[in-house]
């Protein structure tokens, strides 16, 4: 596991690395904030519904940038290894600041969650792959649909700084993106998201994460870039029959 681990990290620095060295780029840097709320309910041992809203907003928290839902069945195949399978759409705010027409994404998607423990450190790995069909907008009226498929690996450590487990974890995760299709030439990569911060349970089943989130996104050009620095506070709450020693397997959806 930490050959794995050391391997996905080596790779993510390196094609952040690769993806900013290219020449003629551009680079826009922004600040954003991200709320989400994300919800486990378990109506059995082996099946229950993931549900979560989410909310992204650019210079800090002026503007909008989007408005995200999804909603999944889950499968616990074994305690630590999670399967699910749902839909999602999210709400893309105008790109110029004369539209008004938001651009519609829909998603289907699959994923499998694994975890496991080094030490007292809890790792959390998900694999998820994702239909997506978005809207292109020109003049603030949608012309076409794109289609790609994404496929994302996230790496998560959760490390318990105190003794008392009711103070704060320290948190660092990244996550890798890369999509394919017919207009994907220049950016199979599509994005890496790296988050440093802190995990608190404020009650046995609801949790959050509170931190910095830098995210690397190539656009469809291949030459121009967006680099979000994100504050990020995200809510977990875990219902029904899920046990509470095992709520940490659940958590981490993100859009």
Same mark, same amino acid.
Not at 164 to 184: C, I, N, Q, R, T
């Given at each position: 596991?930490?050959?794995?681990?050391?391997?996905?990290?080596?790779?993510?620095s390196?094609?952040?690395?690769?993806?900013?060295?290219?020449t003629?780029?551009?680079?826009?840097?922004?600040?954003?904030?991200?709320?989400?709320?994300?919800?486990?309910?378990?109506?059995?041992d082996?099946?229950?519904?993931m549900?979560d809203v989410?909310?992204?907003?650019?210079d800090f928290?002026?503007?909008?940038?989007?408005?995200?839902?999804?909603?999944g069945?889950?499968?616990?195949?074994?305690?630590?290894?999670?399967?699910?399978?749902?839909?999602?759409? &999210?709400?893309?705010?105008?790109?110029?600041?004369?539209?008004?027409?938001?651009? @519609?994404e829909?998603?289907?998607?699959?994923?499998?969650?694994?975890?496991?423990?080094?030490?007292?450190v809890?790792?959390?790995?998900?694999?998820?792959?994702?239909?997506?069909?978005?809207?292109?907008?020109?003049? @603030?009226?949608?012309? @076409?649909?794109?289609?790609t498929?994404?496929?994302?690996? &996230?790496?998560?450590?959760?490390?318990?700084?105190?003794?008392?487990?009711?103070?704060?974890?320290?948190?660092?995760?990244?996550?890798?993106?890369?999509?394919?299709?017919k207009?994907?030439?220049?950016?199979? &990569?599509?994005q890496?998201?790296?988050? &440093?911060?802190?995990?608190q349970?404020?009650t046995?089943?609801?949790s959050?994460?509170?931190?910095?989130?830098?995210?690397?996104?190539?656009?469809?050009?291949?030459?121009?870039? @967006?680099?979000?620095?994100?504050?990020r506070?995200?809510?977990?709450?875990?219902?029904?029959?899920?046990?509470?020693?095992?709520?940490?397997?659940?958590?981490?959806?993100?859009?």
């Amino acid at each position: 596991m930490p050959r794995i681990i050391l391997f996905f990290l080596v790779l993510s620095s390196f094609c952040n690395n690769y993806a900013q060295t290219q020449t003629a780029k551009e680079v826009n840097h922004q600040a954003q904030t991200w709320v989400s709320l994300n919800t486990n309910y378990k109506f059995n041992d082996r099946w229950g519904m993931m549900n979560d809203v989410h909310i992204r907003r650019t210079d800090f928290a002026a503007k909008e940038n989007f408005y995200f839902a999804r909603t999944g069945i889950t499968y616990t195949a074994y305690p630590n290894l999670v399967l699910a399978l749902g839909y999602a759409h &999210l709400w893309l705010a105008p790109a110029k600041p004369e539209w008004n027409n938001f651009a @519609d994404e829909k998603r289907m998607y699959q994923q499998v969650v694994y975890t496991s423990k080094i030490g007292k450190v809890n790792v959390l790995q998900r694999l998820r792959n994702e239909q997506r069909w978005q809207d292109k907008i020109t003049n @603030d009226v949608a012309v @076409d649909t794109r289609f790609t498929n994404r496929v994302r690996y &996230l790496l998560s450590f959760t490390i318990p700084i105190f003794k008392d487990k009711s103070l704060p974890s320290l948190v660092v995760a990244d996550e890798l993106l890369l999509h394919f299709g017919k207009e994907v030439v220049y950016n199979t &990569l599509d994005q890496n998201r790296i988050f &440093l911060g802190i995990r608190q349970n404020i009650t046995p089943k609801l949790s959050y994460d509170l931190g910095y989130m830098y995210v690397f996104q190539q656009k469809y050009s291949g030459y121009q870039y @967006d680099a979000n620095h994100t504050l990020r506070l995200f809510f977990y709450y875990n219902g029904g029959k899920t046990p509470e020693k095992k709520a940490v397997q659940h958590q981490e959806h993100k859009e």
